[in-house]
Antibody
Framework: QLLQSGGGLVQPGGSLRLSCVGS????????MAWVRQAPGEGLGWVSS????????WYSDSVKGRFAISRDNSKSTLYLQMSSLRAEDTAVYYC???????????????WGQGALVTVSS | ETVLTQSPATLSLSPGEGATLSCRAS??????LAWYQQKPGQAPRLLIY???NRATGIPPRFSGSGFGTDFTLTISSLEPEDFAVYYC??????????FGGGTRVEIK
């Protein structure tokens, strides 16, 4: 129900855009989020966005470098990543909250994950 | 930032045994605490939300309890498919959303 694309290998300082297409539910009724997991590590929240994209939030580690956005007409969530660093290397997951409409950030649907590797 | 500390880091148990996992928050998160299960190569799976509510399709052997800063995930009798890593996550004091470091439940 959440199909991701866009991962890959990028050099330090480079850019990459991740996409996440939602299906089987009314995408424009749900806030959305990105969560990442560095190799062998735990989960870390990256960013969240409201239904209408009027509010966005970022972890301190990506603020100013990453941009979350959405196109409700395409049921698609994006994460534009710039000025990438080695420490951004991770599997990135898009995630949908349990409840529509609000910003109760507990996630019952997850994408399959996209590996982003930042290396020269 | 609300730090979540999970213990133990690893739990070695046999199928059929019960498991008790702990998550402690650095400040109160009321009951806004969730538990996830993750298996290698897979996305996390929501087990429990709001401290004690089982997510859709989660078997009753999984239960959660707690309020404020101390929370517990209990697996009453481990099935072979329950050996995995478990994470807690709070959504009360955000941003940032925070996750615990995880507890690995391994076969003894």
């Amino acid at each position: 129900q959440l199909l991701q694309s866009g991962g890959g290998l990028v050099q330090p300082g480079g850019s990459l855009r991740l996409s996440c297409v939602g299906s089987g539910f009314t995408f424009n009724n749900y806030a959305m989020a990105w969560v990442r997991q560095a190799p062998g590590e735990g989960l870390g929240w990256v960013s969240s966005i409201t239904v209408s994209a009027d509010n966005t939030w970022y972890s301190d580690s990506v603020k100013g470098r990453f941009a979350i956005s959405r196109d409700n007409s395409k049921s698609t969530l994006y994460l534009q990543m710039s000025s990438l660093r080695a420490e951004d290397t991770a599997v990135y997951y898009c995630a949908r909250p349990v409840n529509p409409g609000g910003t109760d950030m507990v996630f019952d649907y997850w994408g399959q994950g996209a590996l982003v590797t930042v290396s020269s | 930032e609300t730090v979540l500390t999970q213990s133990p880091a690893t739990l070695s148990l046999s199928p059929g045994e019960g498991a008790t996992l702990s998550c402690r928050a650095s400040q109160s998160v009321r009951n806004y605490l969730a538990w996830y299960q993750q298996k290698p190569g897979q996305a996390p799976r929501l087990l429990i939300y709001d401290a004690s509510n089982r997510a859709t399709g989660i078997p009753p052997r999984f239960s959660g309890s707690g309020f404020g800063t101390d929370f517990t995930l209990t697996i009453s009798s481990l099935e072979p498919e329950d050996f995995a890593v478990y994470y807690c996550q709070q959504r009360y004091n955000w941003p940032p959303l925070t996750f615990g470091g995880g507890t690995r439940v391994e076969i003894k």
